[in-house]
């Protein structure tokens, strides 16, 4: 029972270009979603949050945006940089039940040059 | 501020042993998560430990297990080893149990055999 799912495993983007992640989610409760990066050898990295009380936040080349009656929220980085390449998480939480964060299963982005 | 650190980094068993992984949190983390990650499956979370007691707790068999010393350092157990529980174990620190926001450290690559 996969509660935040990200269907797209990979996806490569021309450098300069925007990525658009996304990352869809089944249960209504969750009111706090994050964006986690993650090299190879390295635990993931905090990269951006939103409240479910707003519908996009900002940060540098990083917006995440939440469509929460779609219960869908996507990560936008603009423009892609080399640098970018990694493997995304997008992760939810909620103030029920006994999960701290559920994990999507991960996007790979490749910035090609 | 040192970040979160693991020991060992890699660790290989056999079916049927027992392992220890140590988890030391940022200085002044008093919350310590402990995460499954898995090709495919993204990261499962545990549990969590805050003030020496177990907060909240996953979806995993009684083999799992942990616990959290006076000065936030966490270890988790786990016995009687099976092939399925070959997997990076992220271990992730925040200042208390209602942080959403937590910090990974690089995770230990555990082969069952």
């Known amino acids: 029972d996969q509660q935040v799912k990200q269907n797209s495993p990979s996806l490569s983007v021309q450098e300069g270009r925007i990525s658009i992640l996304n990352c869809d989610y089944t249960?209504?409760?969750?009111?706090?979603f994050l964006w986690y990066k993650k090299y190879p050898a390295e635990g993931p990295t905090f990269l951006i949050s939103?409240?479910?009380?707003?519908d996009k936040n900002e940060d540098g080349r990083f917006t995440v945006f939440l469509n929460k009656s779609a219960k869908h929220l996507s990560l936008h980085i603009v423009p892609s940089q080399p640098g970018d390449s990694a493997v995304y998480f997008c992760?939810?939480?909620?103030?029920?039940?006994?999960?701290?964060?559920?994990f999507g299963t991960g996007t790979r982005l490749t910035i090609i040059p | 501020k040192a970040g979160v650190t693991q020991t060992p980094r890699y660790l290989i068993k056999t079916r049927g042993q027992q392992v220890t992984l140590s988890c030391s949190p940022i200085?002044?983390?008093?919350?310590v998560s402990w995460y499954q990650q898995t090709p495919g499956q993204g990261l499962q979370f545990l549990f969590e430990?805050?003030?020496?007691?177990?907060?909240n707790k996953g979806n995993f068999p009684g083999r799992f297990s942990g616990r959290q010393f006076s000065n936030s350092r966490s270890e988790m157990n786990v016995s009687t080893l099976e092939l399925g529980d070959s997997a990076l174990y992220l271990c992730?620190?925040?200042?208390?149990?209602?942080?959403?926001?937590?910090?990974f450290g690089p995770g230990t690559r555990l082969t069952v055999l």
């Open positions: 992760a939810a939480s909620g103030n029920f039940g006994n999960e701290k964060l559920t």
């Open positions: 992730a620190s925040s200042l208390t149990t209602g942080e959403h926001q937590e910090f």
């Open positions: 939103i409240s479910s009380i707003k």
């Open positions: 249960n209504s409760m969750f009111d706090y």
């Open positions: 200085s002044g983390h008093r919350s």
């Open positions: 430990y805050f003030s020496e007691t177990q907060r």
